[in-house]
């Protein structure tokens, strides 16, 4: 569409300019999804059975009580659904430094024997080598490297993957490859000229897996953790994923109504034909239990300490601003931010009255916000399936009144639950 406004206003000009770029851009889109997409599954077995027995688990019987409980230690988005990001180019001198705070490569979870008889895991097994990796496996605070794992009852085994993107990284170095992802980012930028974002390509990669464990249990013999895997090009910008491939990588349903940006409504109306929801406060939904709010993504300029880190909350017509978290400079592109002294971003309090959350300069109530704009979107929690989460809902916000101000409401992503909106 630029290319159209350069060179000519002729209909026949502008028309074949068009279909050009249009076959750009699906071409990109088939290169894109033909080679990211179907990677092989299960292509080693580390000992274990045929890979269609392992994607096949057994599953347990209602009335049976399962031998193993698994707790993913990031609480979201299941316990046996783990979810990573990993980005190609951070933008940020120093690799050690860009891995130890920059990617949410690592995840681990923790494995209890429910039964009154010692668990045996007598193997594990990825769905792909050159994706994921098993970085460590702890009993008793100690390393262990041989099989079989022999848990006692109640006892615990800790065990971390790694999101390594391997095949997506070796793939990428090819030149043509740049060039693809570059135009395809290009021609993103160019369309927000025009409120259009339909590109059927994209600069960031969800990928799927499997780690698969096989216990001595006669009701499950095989226990599947799903993998979700989320790949980024570079940082920034149309670089960045979008909102809802964001809630989707985390296990969510919840319709956005939108992609890179909020379909040139610029903070000024709700998404129509998405689960947006609109309210100026929030109320305690069970007394007898917290409030519960987690930082899930944080997509915006990195490296230094901005207001836009920042979350708190307050009461209707008072000043006080009770903190909530503050994330550290270099999370600002990636799934669950670290926060200070915290590690995940994760907070329960109980409000005495009803409350207001504020995000760096978002806030829920428009009147206070750059132009009266919607600074915090807010949108009802559904699961994979579609159905709402009770008491729950995704808030995202957009740094207002900015240079950089561009309305994917992503630039912050929380999650809060027992709660309902007022």
Not at 390 to 398: H, K, P, R, T, V
Request: charge should be positive; charged fraction near 20%.
């Amino acid at each position: 569409m630029a290319i159209v406004l350069i060179f000519s206003r002729k209909e026949r000009i502008a028309f074949y300019t068009l279909i050009f770029l249009a076959a750009v851009n699906l071409a990109t889109a088939v290169f894109l999804k033909f080679n990211f997409k179907d990677f092989s599954p299960l292509n080693s077995d580390h000992g274990l059975t045929t890979s269609k027995i392992l994607l096949s688990s057994v599953l347990t019987p209602v009335n049976e009580r399962s031998k193993i409980i698994i707790e993913n230690l990031d609480g979201l988005p299941d316990n046996d659904v783990l979810a990573f990001s990993f980005v190609h180019k951070s933008g940020i001198a120093g690799s050690d430094i860009r891995k130890k705070t920059f990617d949410h490569q690592e995840v681990t979870v923790c494995l209890t024997n429910n039964a009154s008889s010692d668990l045996i895991i007598s193997g594990m097994a990825l769905s792909d080598d050159e994706l994921w990796h098993i970085k460590s496996i702890k009993k008793d605070d100690k390393i262990q490297s041989t099989y079989p794992l022999v848990i006692t009852p109640s006892g615990h085994v800790y065990i971390t993957v790694e999101f390594t993107a391997a095949k997506i990284e070796q793939r990428i170095k090819a030149p043509w490859w740049k060039y693809l992802l570059k135009a395809q980012n290009f021609l993103a930028v160019q369309s927000r000229n025009f409120n259009y974002q339909k590109l059927r390509g994209a600069t960031c990669i969800n990928t799927n897996g499997l780690l698969v464990l096989k216990t001595d249990s006669k009701t499950e013999p095989y226990r599947n953790i799903h993998l979700n895997g989320l790949w980024q090009y570079k940082v920034e910008g149309d670089w960045e994923p979008d909102l809802q491939r964001v809630v989707n990588t985390l296990g969510f349903g919840t319709v956005i109504g939108f992609k890179n940006f909020d379909n040139g409504l610029n903070g000024d109306k709700l998404v129509p034909f998405s689960d947006e929801v609109t309210g100026s406060c929030f109320t305690v939904a069970d007394q007898n239990k917290s409030v519960r709010v987690t930082k899930i993504a944080a997509y915006h300029g990195c490296c230094s300490v901005e207001a836009l880190d920042s979350a708190c909350y307050y009461y209707p017509a008072k000043n006080k601003m009770f903190p909530l978290f503050v994330s550290m400079p270099r999370t600002g592109q990636m799934l669950f931010p670290n926060g200070y002294n915290m590690g995940v971003n994760s907070v329960c309090f109980k409000p005495d009255y009803p409350f207001v959350l504020k995000v760096g300069k978002s806030d829920m109530e428009r009147k206070r916000n750059f132009q009266s704009k919607i600074g915090l979107r807010i949108w009802k929690a559904r699961d994979l399936n579609g159905s709402p989460i009770s008491n729950a809902f995704i808030l995202g916000a957009d740094h207002l009144g900015a240079k950089g101000t561009n309305y994917d409401y992503q630039d912050e992503v929380l999650y809060i639950e027992n709660v309902k909106i007022k």
